[in-house]
T-cell receptor, first 112, second 112 residues
Framework: ELKVEQNPLFLSMQEGKNYTIYCNYSTTSDRLYWYRQDPGKSLESLFVLLSNGAVKQEGRLMASLDTKARLSTLHITAAVHDLSATYFCAVKTTSGTYKYIFGTGTRLKVLA | KAGVTQTPRYLIKTRGQQVTLSCSPISGHRSVSWYQQTPGQGLQFLFEYFSETQRNKGNFPGRFSGRQFSNSRSEMNVSTLELGDSALYLC???????????FGPGTRLTVT
């Protein structure tokens, strides 16, 4: 079964702390996406990772990809309240019919 | 540059009716994808169009269909609506040979 699993599902953290969200996927893929969604809003693209070992950083967020382990991480450095949102990872499969599969999402709450 | 637009933004329909949703991509983008988001099933891929051709399709029944016009605008249609079709429907566009997807604000469909 094609699966994309994220953990944790919920994350409550203090401002200034660091944390990592994990995304495991079970299928072959040629790209991995990270998105942010605020309540009641659409998806905002954060990163697209294309190759093994890819690392991208934007502000306090850094994403990495290990295609051999089929694992991506989204690392949050010195969290601030504005980062509170739900974060999704997604892959585009390359086996069989190509399709996009999303993780369940990680609801992040940063406490002041 | 204008972003992805979706119309209507909100829609209430009765079970058994049909509905058509519209998506206008960013100017110059020829790829449009559609997604369904529900609290229970999360984000699920519906289909992807490129240059008026459906390239990929998710696991949805035949009641869900779509098309793309020569100006890259896309529509999706759901026939014989069911209560479970209540969801936020998102479309995303991307530039040819680009991996990044830009999402529209979504259409919130409620089926009563």
């Amino acid at each position: 079964e094609l699966k994309v699993e994220q953990n944790p599902l919920f994350l409550s953290m203090q401002e200034g702390k660091n944390y990592t969200i994990y995304c495991n996927y079970s299928t072959t893929s040629d790209r991995l996406y990270w998105y942010r969604q605020d309540p009641g809003k659409s998806l905002e693209s954060l990163f697209v990772l294309l190759s093994n070992g890819a690392v991208k950083q934007e502000g306090r967020l850094m994403a990495s990809l290990d295609t051999k382990a089929r694992l991506s991480t989204l690392h949050i450095t010195a969290a601030v309240h504005d980062l509170s949102a739900t974060y999704f990872c997604a892959v585009k499969t390359t086996s069989g019919t190509y399709k996009y599969i999303f993780g369940t999402g990680t609801r992040l709450k940063v406490l002041a | 540059k204008a972003g992805v637009t979706q119309t209507p933004r909100y829609l209430i329909k009765t079970r058994g009716q049909q509905v058509t949703l519209s998506c206008s991509p960013i100017s110059g983008h020829r790829s449009v994808s559609w997604y369904q988001q529900t609290p229970g099933q999360g984000l699920q891929f519906l289909f992807e169009y490129f240059s008026e051709t459906q390239r990929n399709k998710g696991n949805f029944p035949g009641r869900f269909s779509g098309r793309q016009f020569s100006n890259s605008r896309s529509e999706m249609n759901v026939s014989t609506l069911e209560l479970g079709d209540s969801a936020l429907y998102l479309c995303a566009s991307s530039f040819e040979n680009s991996y990044e997807q830009y999402f529209g604000p979504g259409t919130r469909l409620t089926v009563t």
